[in-house]
């Protein structure tokens, strides 16, 4: 698939309770962690880039000088799925006919492996493999879109995607930041990470 095909939605709509403040503002090597993968998709030359953020989220002005249209979750409570009913609508909106979904709390995503993702999508969802687990970034064919709008709760497409085919990222790329103790370790990515953001 081309990426211009593709629609790239960070999810950031997140309470981020184990982290007990504002986690995607905090500051990892001098810009905010929740920018630090969106502002490297923001160079591919996608049919939409998208952010789901809570309404008035400090966060969302940055994404949209980024050039990210915003899907406001206005219901942060209903979960990790809230959000992905709000990318499939966002997206809709859009030509796209896939949908690539990331976490804004997964800082070290690398823009190689996202395009390898959208290079290797042939019409079934492909997802990220950590050489254990499936997880995101993962794209979703328009065809599939429906099953995440079916998704409940906070588990997201978690049951989606352990069914899904997969390509293995770099190590360490797939990291997320769930506490202040993980931004705390996260500060020496891999080597191999683009610093440079």
């Known amino acids: 698939m081309d990426t211009q095909d593709v629609a790239i939605v960070v999810l950031a709509a997140g309470n981020a309770r184990r982290f007990g403040s504002d986690k995607l503002m905090a500051d990892l090597d001098g810009s905010p962690l929740g920018l630090r993968a969106a ?3 923001a160079q591919l030359n996608a049919a939409a ?6 309404p008035e989220a400090p966060i969302a002005p940055h994404y949209l000088k980024l050039g990210y249209t915003l899907a406001e979750n206005r219901h942060a409570e209903r979960g990790l799925s809230g959000s992905l009913h709000l990318a499939v609508e966002a997206a809709a909106q859009t030509e ?6 990331l976490l804004a709390d997964m800082p070290f995503v690398q823009t190689s492996h996202v395009a390898a993702l959208i290079a290797g999508c042939d019409g079934e ?3 990220s493999s950590d050489g254990i687990q499936s997880m995101p970034p993962a794209i979703f064919p328009r065809a599939a879109w429906s099953r995440l709008l079916e998704t409940e709760g906070d588990a997201g497409a978690r049951h989606i995607l352990a069914c899904a085919h997969t390509l293995a990222a770099p190590e360490g790329s797939l990291r997320d930041i769930d506490t202040p103790d993980d931004l705390a370790a996260s500060k020496a990515p891999p080597l191999g990470l683009d610093r440079s953001l």
């Open 96 to 101: 796209a006919q896939a949908l690539l979904i």
């Open 125 to 127: 969802i492909l997802a």
């Open 49 to 54: 880039h998208i952010a789901v953020c809570q």
């Open 39 to 41: 502002a490297q998709m």
